[in-house]
């Protein structure tokens, strides 16, 4: 039940599974918080996903409920399906009247079709989508919520509001060139060398490990450094040239905001949350889309390619070849980098998370 004497609202917030769901609800929180210091902020997650260690890292209550995954062929998953959405939708009940929650903010996946569910009807419901093609989990719960973001145009979500995707302050205010030279000795990087950043996700991309290591030679003679993000259950070996700036691989970034003030252009996979950062912080970039899913990663990076911030290339066609082809003129030619970065920044939405923000307590108001 809700306690008489708190003075700010609950905001739930539901994205868990990946750091596409977590990472805008997060920023999400934390533009709440700037905007209403009072205001409390609960997180909803299950055992399986990220969210277990990177939700109360950043400082947030988490609360566990069953997750609900959604199978994606009919198999016995399915037969099983109303029962674990009934057993997941009684606990997330029991958590939104423990914490008193005024709104519920969902962000898509597993944690958030049950707690759309546990809200109709008795709590207030803000639905958000990152992606060009939305969820399960999203299509349902835009049917009853109060309020529908969407971060690109015609998502096919009725009265959707584009707002973009909320991102974390760290990013928005993030001024590259002022913290280049800090940012490459952080790295060890070459501190004048035009440079590459590389990375396939958290857990890293074969292919794009695979493509982009085999031209550390040519990137070497171009006077081009590298630092690649392989994944951690993923290995790397490039030899450094003598004399050359170096290709540095490393598991994991754990400082985004460091690899993006350190890098000219990425090579990247086109995730909705990957497109939204580079494109906020105006680096180039080349997409490999995901070739697995329904297409919304070709989908999340066609505005800014439109716009001449980047080129996609099919994973398939991801050959060394290819990326020598793309990459290295790229990296070489400032004027092409200095527009193309201009391009990008012109498609993003900087403000979102407060325009989100502003949105979910309006609603609370209300």
């Keep these: 039940m809700t306690d008489p004497t708190r003075r700010g609202p609950c905001v739930v917030v539901a994205g868990g599974g990946t750091a596409g769901h977590i990472e805008p609800a997060l920023a999400l929180a ?162 004048q060398a035009p440079t590459l950043l590389v990375f396939g996700g958290s857990q890293g991309a074969r292919s794009i490990n695979n493509a982009v290591s085999a031209c550390a030679r040519q990137f070497a003679d171009a006077r081009i450094g590298v630092l690649h993000a392989h994944g951690p259950k993923n290995s790397l070996v490039v030899q450094d040239v003598p004399g050359a700036p170096r290709y540095i691989g490393v598991p994991y970034l754990d400082r985004m905001d460091m690899a993006y003030a350190a890098a000219d252009a990425v090579l990247c996979r086109s995730g909705a949350m990957t497109v939204a950062e580079v494109s906020a912080v105006g680096l180039p970039a080349i997409f490999v889309p995901l070739p697995h899913g329904n297409g919304e990663q070709a989908l999340n990076a066609k505005p800014v390619v439109d716009a001449g911030g980047g080129y996609t290339v099919l994973d398939e066609e991801l050959t060394p070849q290819r990326v020598a082809e793309l990459a290295i003129p790229l990296l070489t030619d400032q004027r092409r980098l200095a527009s193309m970065s201009a391009a990008a920044q012109g498609t993003g939405h900087r403000a979102a998370a407060d325009v989100l923000a502003r949105m979910v307590l309006d609603v609370v108001r209300k």
């Excluded at 210091?37 to 996903?49: I, M, Q």
């Excluded at 994606?72 to 674990?84: A, F, M, T």
């Excluded at 835009?142 to 979500?157: I, M």
């Design 30 to 191: 934390d533009a709440v918080r700037r905007l209403r210091p009072d205001a409390r902020v609960v997180a909803l997650g299950t055992e399986r996903g990220l969210e277990k260690t990177i939700i109360p890292a950043r400082g947030y209550q988490l609360e566990m409920i069953p997750p609900v995954p959604m199978p994606r062929k009919p198999n016995v998953d399915l037969l099983k399906l109303p029962l674990k959405v009934r057993s997941a939708v009684k606990t997330t009940r029991e958590v939104l009247d423990r914490v008193g929650a005024d709104v519920v903010v969902g962000f898509g996946g597993y944690v958030a079709l049950p707690a759309y569910l546990a809200a109709r009807g008795r709590t207030p419901i803000v639905v958000h989508d990152s992606n060009a093609r939305v969820g399960l989990a999203n299509k349902v719960g835009a049917r009853f919520a109060d309020k529908v973001a969407v971060a690109v145009p015609d998502s096919g979500l009725p009265n959707a509001e584009v707002v973009g995707i909320p991102l974390r302050e760290s990013i928005i205010q993030l001024d590259r060139h002022a913290l280049r030279a800090r940012a490459r000795q952080f790295f060890g990087l070459h501190p």
